[in-house]
Structures are given as structure tokens and as C-alpha cells.
């Protein structure tokens, strides 16, 4: 497949400068970052993500009164922009903020206000006895009725507000009574204060405008805040899944598996000693005497009372006391051929976990030669500093060092800015971490819209996107084949590519173009219908005959025709399938396993190749196929079974291959599928390009029951005629988009393209 030419870049620098270089790279939007193994440290938060945090929480209030819109960066250093940013907001924020109090605590008078509007016109009774004032009890309006009623006050409810005569004798108590439940208590001397809430709302309608002009007056820096808010998110998105740590993270990770590995070699080497020692007391039991304990390869001096012994080549101490040593648990040796087993199971266990963490420390070691630009384990020398993967273009690397150049003269002030830089072209890279950049000219370019959908493939895999580009399209045609129908797709492609959602469907719009064109080609030459008319019917001499004869005059459809329809589907499906089968023998020689596809992967082919004609052979009277009889009279069961024999004796030489290799690849699971696989291919998925005429059937009857339909209607069967038209068109269009798609994705793909690969996206900032 056509591959542009990437170039895999690492640098290291200090963590402070890591996003900074990582902004004026995404700047120039050539680069796409490579994300770090999960096994590997990320370096520390650096200074960058405290001064978004601060940003954060200047700009969310304020974005509330604003929808925001990016706008372009400079090409100056985040730093320096976050810091002048904050000082700006800070200030707009202390004036935003004042206005929102000041609004708040207006709406809280104004319900203030509205609550106590009732009470400034009713009839207060003055007397020398009785004390009148105002309770606004909120959510325990019940509550404050019920306890103003028990102190023998009077109540008046207006709206929200209690008007509450009382003796004077009770006024403190029930006022008391009534805050504790939350009610607010007013005498009538502050509710005649409070303002009407007409004059409120007038301050708070000011103070809204006011609040308002503030936010417009500042839209730019706003926008410019959101944008690189934004952006920095970003970058440090970006540091957060790419930057590897050089220093002390990866030497604590290092260093914790080396002190693993060390406590388990010394733990085996005690079981070791322990268990020679007791193979050589296997003939017999022994029970130490009260306080003296066994030890193996005893330190020297012992201090307490001992006796000193050799057993199976093993120095042994019995000593009557403490001793530094390995000392035998006195379960073991009172049943020695027990406790033999129990060290066994003890050796075994040990030693599997040292070969695992031995296996993880090597996979560790691998890891970091591969992403690490230093890869000499100074840590001390690397201290503080983290390193980036990146791959650019080839064509692109001169923008590359012209943002290197602008960034490195941004941050001149700093030592050590880009403490090391290295290259080296895709090939050296590991095939599973090389990006997909596949370059082809349109209109094959757009298709890969739809091979994407299945899976980006990989840059050791054939890309099927030339072939879809053909398939597609032959595909939707063969079964919306309709002249008229397929210009209204051709249309509705047109328009997807000048008019309709501003063009920016425009990809979209060439494969409807395209499919459409086919649609109508098999419309005018392979089945002669428009809008479900024959051509002839309407006077239309065509140079040839119908290439596929399906509908008649005065026969809805035509036997024969079916019958040489469903034939060529047949073979069409046997030759896709057999392809794709060949194309997975190439994947896999690419995927560099050459003994895999000859062993293995070859013989799928043959089994589909034998029982695809097997199936020919069964049909072979009812769909007219005597010309295939000198190619199916071979013996094919027999070619069947030495194929599946191949792919069986393959499978086992090749797992003896790779019997002790850690990363064997699942021999017997492709041994399986490939067996089912070829199988099912032959027996069902070339009958399942039978639904290329099953399509064209439905299609055809629909639009000549609804002419027929219209036509009986007379005038009225225009509207009729267009209406049915436009359903059909819909319908068998969603119809053989999807059937189209199956016939790609499962018949086809499935045997053959992983599509596990990934995009070359650069990183781009505004």
C-alpha cells in the first residue's frame, strides 16, 4: 500500500519544559506523540498544570455569561501566556464578581420585597396592649400558624407573610419561638423601610447591563482564555499519556524489581540448603532436645554450646541457644520425608515467581530501551528530566526544526532546554507502534472512509482500500440498479460535495457520486430499467441486450434470467472469497511469520478452493454451470483432505517450533478457525452472494407495483408515483448499504484484514 515516509523522533528535556516543547510542536501540527506503556512512570506534574488549575478557576464563573469561541494562539511560550492570562482574569474577576453579589443580594430583597408588598396595605390595629410585627416563616408557614395561634396572637396571611397581633407580655417569647424555626421577624417600622419591588428590579436590571457590558467588553480575552485553556489542557494530555520519566520514578521501578528478585534468589537459595540438608536425613526422623535448634551454614563464631557436623556436603550446627544462620523448622525434621515434599513445593513456587519477576524485569528492560532516549539507567545524571516519542513526516521535518529553532530561542534563559534529540526512520521502529499515513489518489482516498469503519490497517498489512473502492460501488449497483434511482443518488452526492452541511460531507459525497454513477450504469446496460420502467417499454433502443434479463413485458420476472444472475453472483463470491484467502497468505508473510503461511494459512486456501468446488459441483444442473465440468470432474474430497492434513502436520512441526518461545503465535487457534473458516466460506458465503439478486428482485417488483399503481390512478398517480418512488428509493438504498457492507465487512474482510492499526494524527493547536 502507498506509505508515506515518517520519521520516529525522541527528546528529553527538563519536566518544567516538556509541555512547552510539546505546545510549539503541536503549533506546527506535523507531529503525532506516541502514548507511554502503562508499565512505565509519567514524570511529576510540571509547573504548567498548577497555572491551568488557577486559570480553571478564574474562567469557569465567568464562562457562564459567554459562549466561547476559539481563537488563534501565539507563538509564545505557555508559561508566559498563563501567567499574563490570570493577571487579567483576576482583575475582570474581582469586577464580575462584585456585580454577581451585588445582583444576588438584590434578588434577595426583591424577594423581600414582594413577600412584605401585601403587608404595607392592610389595616394594622394600634392598640397599648397588643404588639403587631411581621413573619416571613418560609417552608414552616404551618408550623408558625400553629404556634402563633397558642400565644392567643391574632394572624392575618398575606401571600408568604404572616401579620401576627400579639399581647406584649408574649411578643418575646413568641418572636423567639418563631426564628428558631427558621421564620424571618420584622416589625412594621422595617418593613415600611424595605424598597417596593419595582426599584429593585430597576437596580438589578442596571446591574445586569452593567455585568454584561463587562463581559462583552472583554469577549477577546475571554475567548483567548477558553482557547488556551483549552490548549493547555492539551499539551498536558498530551505529557500526561507520552512523557516518559528518565530519573528517579524509573530507577524506584528498576530498583523494586531488582530487590524482588534478590529476596526471592535468597529465599531459594535457603530452601535449597534447607532441603539437602534433610535429603540427607531421609533414613530418619530426629527430635532435638529441649532448646536446641539446627541451623545450615551457621555464621562464624557461635557463642552458644554447639556441635558442628557435615550432611550431604552441607555444613550443620546443632546449637543449644541462638545463632545466625538458616535455621531447620523442628516440623521438618521430626517427618523428614514430609518435610522434603513441603520444601519441594516451597522451591518450586519460589522459583516460579523469580523466573516471572525475572520475565517482567526483562520486559521492564526491553520497554525502556525502546522508549526511553537514554537508555543507560544514570538516573542520577537524568535526574528531573522526561522524554517524549513523536513521529513526523518525512516532508515534514524541516517544520520540525523550524518550531524546534522558535521554541529553543522562546525559552533561550533556560539551561538545559532540549538536553538530547534523536531520529531514526519508521522501518527501525517496532511494526506495532509504525502509524498509518496511506497517501492514494481520489477517489480511491475517500473509500478508506469506509475501511476505516472496520479498522485502520497496519503498516505490515495489505490496505483493501483500492479494493473497496471498487467493490462498493459494484456492490450497491448490482443491487439498486435503476437508471433513475441511481441518478438521484448521483445527485445527492453532488450536493454533499457543493451544497448540503457547507460541503463539509464532501468525502461522503464522492462515494455517493461514485456508487450512484454505478447504479446507473447496471440501470442502462445490465438490467435496461429506469424508475422501474424497461427501456425499451419507453421507446429507449439500446446497442445491446440486457447483460442480466431479470424483468420481461408481460412476465414480472424471468426465470432464465434469475437463473444466470444467481450464477454470476456465485462466481463473483468464489472469486472475492478465494482472494481474500491468497491475501491473507501475504498478510501473514508480511506479519514475518513465512512458516506460518506455508504451514498453516495455505492450506485454508486449498480447503476452500476444494470444497468451493464441491458446492459448484451440487449446483451445477439447476444453474446451467456445464462449463466448469472439466475443473469440477477433479477430485477434489480428496484434495480436501490432503489440505487438511497440510494444515494439521503444519500445526504440530510449528508447535514443536515454538514450543519454548514466550510469544508463539496461537497455532492451534488459527489451525480451528482457519479449518471453520474455509468451510463456512465455501459452503455459506458464496450462497450468500446470492442476495446481489435478491435485492434486485425486490427493487425491481416495488417500482413496478407502484407504477402499476400509479398508472390505475390516472392524474392523481403522479403524487403517488413520486411519493412511492421516494420510499422505495430510501429504502432499498439503506437496504444495500448495509447489504453491501456485510458482503465487504464479513464476507470478505473477515477472512483476512486485522485492521488493527492506527492513524498518523498530528497533533494540531490552534
Same mark, same amino acid.
Given at each position: 500500500?502507498?506509505?508515506?515516509?515518517?520519521?520516529?523522533?525522541?527528546?528529553?528535556?527538563?519536566?518544567?519544559?516538556?509541555?512547552?516543547?510539546?505546545?510549539?510542536?503541536?503549533?506546527?501540527?506535523?507531529?503525532?506523540?506516541?502514548?507511554?506503556?502503562?508499565?512505565?512512570?509519567?514524570?511529576?506534574?510540571?509547573?504548567?498544570?498548577?497555572?491551568?488549575?488557577?486559570?480553571?478557576?478564574?474562567?469557569?464563573?465567568?464562562?457562564?455569561?459567554?459562549?466561547?469561541?476559539?481563537?488563534?494562539?501565539?507563538?509564545?511560550?505557555?508559561?508566559?501566556?498563563?501567567? *499574563?492570562?490570570?493577571?487579567?482574569?483576576?482583575?475582570?474577576?474581582?469586577?464580575?464578581?462584585?456585580?454577581?453579589?451585588?445582583?444576588?443580594?438584590?434578588?434577595?430583597?426583591?424577594?423581600?420585597?414582594?413577600?412584605?408588598?401585601?403587608?404595607?396595605?392592610?389595616?394594622?390595629?394600634?392598640?397599648?396592649?397588643? *404588639?403587631?410585627?411581621?413573619?416571613?416563616?418560609?417552608?414552616?408557614?404551618?408550623?408558625?400558624?400553629?404556634?402563633?395561634?397558642?400565644?392567643?396572637?391574632?394572624?392575618?396571611?398575606?401571600?408568604?407573610?404572616?401579620?401576627?397581633?400579639?399581647?406584649?407580655?408574649?411578643?418575646?417569647?413568641?418572636?423567639?419561638a418563631l426564628e428558631k424555626l427558621g421564620a424571618r421577624v420584622l416589625t412594621l417600622q422595617e418593613v415600611a423601610d424595605i424598597e417596593p419591588p419595582s426599584a429593585i428590579e430597576e437596580k438589578i436590571k442596571r446591574v445586569e447591563e452593567e455585568l454584561n457590558s463587562t463581559i462583552v467588553k472583554h469577549q477577546d480575552l475571554l475567548n483567548y482564555a477558553y482557547t488556551l485553556r483549552e490548549t493547555?489542557?492539551?499539551?498536558?494530555?498530551?505529557?500526561?499519556?507520552?512523557?516518559?520519566?528518565?530519573?528517579?520514578?524509573?530507577?524506584?521501578?528498576?530498583?523494586?524489581?531488582?530487590?524482588?528478585?534478590?529476596?526471592?534468589?535468597?529465599?531459594?537459595?535457603?530452601?535449597?540448603?534447607?532441603?539437602?540438608?534433610?535429603?540427607?536425613?531421609?533414613?530418619?526422623?530426629?527430635?532435638?532436645?529441649?532448646?536446641?535448634?539446627?541451623? #545450615?551454614?551457621?555464621?562464624?563464631?557461635?557463642?552458644?554450646?554447639?556441635?558442628?557436623?557435615?550432611?550431604?556436603?552441607?555444613?550443620?550446627?546443632?546449637?543449644?541457644?541462638?545463632?545466625?544462620?538458616?535455621?531447620?523448622?523442628?516440623?521438618?525434621?521430626?517427618?523428614?520425608?514430609?518435610?522434603?515434599?513441603?520444601?519441594?513445593?516451597?522451591?518450586?513456587?519460589?522459583?516460579?515467581?523469580?523466573?516471572?519477576?525475572?520475565?517482567?524485569?526483562?520486559?521492564?528492560?526491553?520497554?525502556?530501551?525502546?522508549?526511553?532516549?537514554?537508555? *543507560?539507567?544514570?538516573?542520577?545524571?537524568?535526574?528531573?528530566?522526561?522524554?517524549?516519542?513523536?513521529?513526523?513526516?518525512?516532508?515534514?521535518?524541516?517544520?520540525?526544526?523550524?518550531?524546534?529553532?522558535?521554541?529553543?530561542?522562546?525559552n533561550v534563559g533556560k539551561l538545559d532546554i532540549v538536553r538530547r534529540l534523536r531520529y531514526k526512520y519508521l522501518r527501525d521502529v517496532p511494526v506495532e507502534r509504525r502509524p498509518t499515513v496511506e497517501r492514494y489518489p481520489a477517489p480511491i482516498r475517500q473509500f478508506t472512509k469506509i475501511v476505516y469503519m472496520y479498522g485502520v490497517p497496519r503498516a505490515d498489512e495489505l490496505s483493501p482500500a483500492?479494493?473497496?473502492?471498487?467493490?462498493?460501488?459494484?456492490?450497491?449497483?448490482?443491487?439498486?440498479?435503476?437508471?433513475?434511482?441511481?441518478?438521484?443518488?448521483?445527485?445527492?452526492?453532488?450536493?454533499?460535495?457543493?451544497?448540503?452541511?457547507?460541503?463539509?460531507?464532501? *468525502?461522503?459525497?464522492?462515494?455517493?457520486?461514485?456508487?450512484?454513477?454505478?447504479?446507473?450504469?447496471?440501470?442502462?446496460?445490465?438490467?435496461?430499467?429506469?424508475?422501474?420502467?424497461?427501456?425499451?417499454?419507453?421507446?429507449?433502443?439500446?446497442?445491446?441486450?440486457?447483460?442480466?434479463?431479470?424483468?420481461?413485458?408481460?412476465?414480472?420476472?424471468?426465470?432464465?434470467? #434469475?437463473?444466470?444472475?444467481?450464477?454470476?453472483?456465485?462466481?463473483?463470491?468464489?472469486?472475492?472469497?478465494?482472494?481474500?484467502?491468497?491475501?491473507?497468505?501475504?498478510?501473514? #508473510?508480511?506479519?514475518?511469520?513465512?512458516?506460518?503461511?506455508?504451514?498453516? #494459512?495455505?492450506?485454508?486456501?486449498?480447503?476452500?478452493?476444494?470444497?468451493?468446488?464441491?458446492?459448484?459441483?451440487?449446483?451445477?444442473?439447476?444453474?446451467?454451470?456445464?462449463?466448469?465440468?472439466?475443473?469440477?470432474?477433479?477430485?477434489?474430497?480428496?484434495?480436501?483432505?490432503?489440505?487438511?492434513?497440510?494444515?494439521?502436520?503444519?500445526?504440530?512441526?510449528?508447535?514443536?517450533?515454538?514450543?519454548?518461545?514466550?510469544?508463539?503465535?496461537?497455532?492451534?487457534?488459527?489451525?480451528?478457525?482457519?479449518?471453520?473458516?474455509?468451510?463456512?466460506?465455501?459452503?455459506?458465503?458464496?450462497?450468500?452472494?446470492?442476495?446481489?439478486?435478491?435485492?434486485?428482485?425486490?427493487?425491481?417488483?416495488?417500482?413496478?407495483?407502484?407504477?402499476?399503481?400509479?398508472?390505475?390512478?390516472?392524474?392523481?398517480?403522479?403524487?403517488?408515483?413520486?411519493?412511492?418512488?421516494?420510499?422505495?428509493?430510501?429504502?432499498?438504498?439503506?437496504?444495500?448499504?448495509?447489504?453491501?457492507?456485510?458482503?465487504?465487512?464479513?464476507?470478505?474482510?473477515?477472512?483476512?484484514?486485522?485492521?488493527?492499526?492506527?492513524?498518523?494524527?498530528?497533533?494540531?493547536?490552534?
Amino acid at each position: 500500500m502507498p506509505l508515506e515516509r515518517v520519521v520516529e523522533f525522541k527528546i528529553a528535556g527538563n519536566v518544567d519544559t516538556l509541555p512547552e516543547l510539546i505546545y510549539f510542536i503541536g503549533k506546527a501540527s506535523v507531529a503525532m506523540f506516541e502514548d507511554r506503556p502503562e508499565r512505565l512512570p509519567r514524570p511529576r506534574d510540571p509547573s504548567v498544570a498548577q497555572r491551568l488549575k488557577r486559570l480553571e478557576e478564574l474562567l469557569n464563573p465567568l464562562l457562564q455569561y459567554l459562549q466561547p469561541q476559539q481563537v488563534k494562539l501565539p507563538l509564545e511560550t505557555l508559561e508566559r501566556q498563563l501567567e *499574563d492570562a490570570i493577571k487579567k482574569l483576576e482583575a475582570l474577576h474581582r469586577d464580575v464578581s462584585y456585580n454577581v453579589r451585588l445582583a444576588e443580594e438584590l434578588r434577595t430583597k426583591l424577594a423581600l420585597s414582594r413577600d412584605v408588598a401585601p403587608i404595607k396595605t392592610a389595616a394594622v390595629p394600634k392598640t397599648e396592649t397588643l *404588639d403587631v410585627f411581621v413573619a416571613l416563616p418560609g417552608r414552616a408557614l404551618k408550623e408558625a400558624l400553629e404556634l402563633a395561634r397558642s400565644q392567643g396572637a391574632t394572624v392575618v396571611q398575606q401571600g408568604n407573610a404572616l401579620l401576627i397581633a400579639v399581647e406584649r407580655k408574649n411578643v418575646k417569647q413568641l418572636k423567639t419561638a418563631l426564628e428558631k424555626l427558621g421564620a424571618r421577624v420584622l416589625t412594621l417600622q422595617e418593613v415600611a423601610d424595605i424598597e417596593p419591588p419595582s426599584a429593585i428590579e430597576e437596580k438589578i436590571k442596571r446591574v445586569e447591563e452593567e455585568l454584561n457590558s463587562t463581559i462583552v467588553k472583554h469577549q477577546d480575552l475571554l475567548n483567548y482564555a477558553y482557547t488556551l485553556r483549552e490548549t493547555a489542557a492539551k499539551v498536558l494530555d498530551v505529557y500526561f499519556r507520552s512523557a516518559v520519566d528518565e530519573g528517579a520514578e524509573m530507577k524506584h521501578l528498576f530498583e523494586s524489581h531488582e530487590r524482588e528478585i534478590k529476596k526471592l534468589e535468597e529465599q531459594l537459595a535457603t530452601l535449597r540448603k534447607i532441603g539437602k540438608v534433610l535429603e540427607g536425613l531421609q533414613a530418619s526422623s530426629l527430635k532435638l532436645p529441649e532448646g536446641y535448634k539446627l541451623y #545450615v551454614d551457621p555464621e562464624m563464631p557461635i557463642e552458644a554450646p554447639h556441635m558442628i557436623q557435615e550432611i550431604n556436603g552441607m555444613k550443620v550446627a546443632l546449637v543449644r541457644g541462638e545463632a545466625r544462620g538458616v535455621e531447620i523448622p523442628q516440623e521438618y525434621l521430626q517427618d523428614v520425608r514430609t518435610g522434603i515434599e513441603l520444601v519441594k513445593k516451597a522451591e518450586e513456587s519460589t522459583n516460579a515467581a523469580l523466573q516471572r519477576i525475572k520475565r517482567e524485569l526483562e520486559s521492564l528492560e526491553k520497554l525502556y530501551q525502546e522508549f526511553s532516549l537514554y537508555g *543507560d539507567k544514570r538516573w542520577e545524571e537524568h535526574a528531573d528530566t522526561a522524554s517524549v516519542t513523536f513521529y513526523v513526516l518525512e516532508k515534514d521535518v524541516g517544520k520540525l526544526d523550524e518550531a524546534l529553532a522558535e521554541f529553543i530561542k522562546r525559552n533561550v534563559g533556560k539551561l538545559d532546554i532540549v538536553r538530547r534529540l534523536r531520529y531514526k526512520y519508521l522501518r527501525d521502529v517496532p511494526v506495532e507502534r509504525r502509524p498509518t499515513v496511506e497517501r492514494y489518489p481520489a477517489p480511491i482516498r475517500q473509500f478508506t472512509k469506509i475501511v476505516y469503519m472496520y479498522g485502520v490497517p497496519r503498516a505490515d498489512e495489505l490496505s483493501p482500500a483500492p479494493l473497496v473502492a471498487l467493490l462498493f460501488p459494484v456492490f450497491f449497483g448490482w443491487m439498486y440498479g435503476d437508471l433513475g434511482h441511481g441518478f438521484l443518488l448521483f445527485l445527492l452526492g453532488v450536493l454533499l460535495m457543493t451544497k448540503l452541511y457547507g460541503g463539509r460531507h464532501r *468525502d461522503w459525497g464522492v462515494i455517493w457520486a461514485l456508487t450512484g454513477l454505478s447504479s446507473m450504469f447496471f440501470g442502462a446496460f445490465v438490467y435496461q430499467e429506469v424508475f422501474g420502467f424497461g427501456l425499451k417499454e419507453l421507446g429507449i433502443k439500446m446497442p445491446t441486450l440486457p447483460l442480466l434479463h431479470l424483468f420481461g413485458v408481460h412476465t414480472l420476472v424471468e426465470s432464465e434470467g #434469475v437463473i444466470v444472475a444467481m450464477r454470476a453472483a456465485f462466481l463473483l463470491g468464489f472469486l472475492l472469497v478465494l482472494l481474500a484467502f491468497l491475501s491473507k497468505v501475504v498478510n501473514t #508473510v508480511l506479519r514475518g511469520e513465512p512458516d506460518v503461511a506455508v504451514g498453516i #494459512v495455505l492450506p485454508q486456501a486449498l480447503i476452500f478452493l476444494s470444497l468451493g468446488m464441491v458446492f459448484f459441483s451440487l449446483i451445477k444442473e439447476a444453474f446451467h454451470m456445464e462449463f466448469l465440468a472439466p475443473l469440477l470432474q477433479l477430485p477434489w474430497m480428496y484434495i480436501f483432505l490432503v489440505a487438511f492434513i497440510w494444515s494439521a502436520a503444519g500445526m504440530l512441526i510449528l508447535r514443536a517450533r515454538y514450543k519454548h518461545h514466550e510469544e508463539a503465535p496461537p497455532l492451534t487457534e488459527e489451525f480451528i478457525m482457519g479449518f471453520v473458516e474455509g468451510s463456512l466460506a465455501a459452503l455459506a458465503n458464496i450462497p450468500s452472494f446470492s442476495r446481489l439478486v435478491i435485492l434486485i428482485l425486490i427493487h425491481g417488483v416495488l417500482t413496478k407495483l407502484a407504477n402499476g399503481v400509479a398508472i390505475a390512478l390516472g392524474p392523481a398517480g403522479i403524487l403517488f408515483a413520486v411519493f412511492a418512488h421516494a420510499l422505495i428509493a430510501a429504502g432499498e438504498g439503506l437496504f444495500s448499504t448495509v447489504q453491501s457492507l456485510r458482503l465487504t465487512f464479513y464476507e470478505i474482510f473477515s477472512k483476512f484484514y486485522e485492521g488493527r492499526g492506527r492513524l498518523f494524527t498530528p497533533l494540531a493547536l490552534p
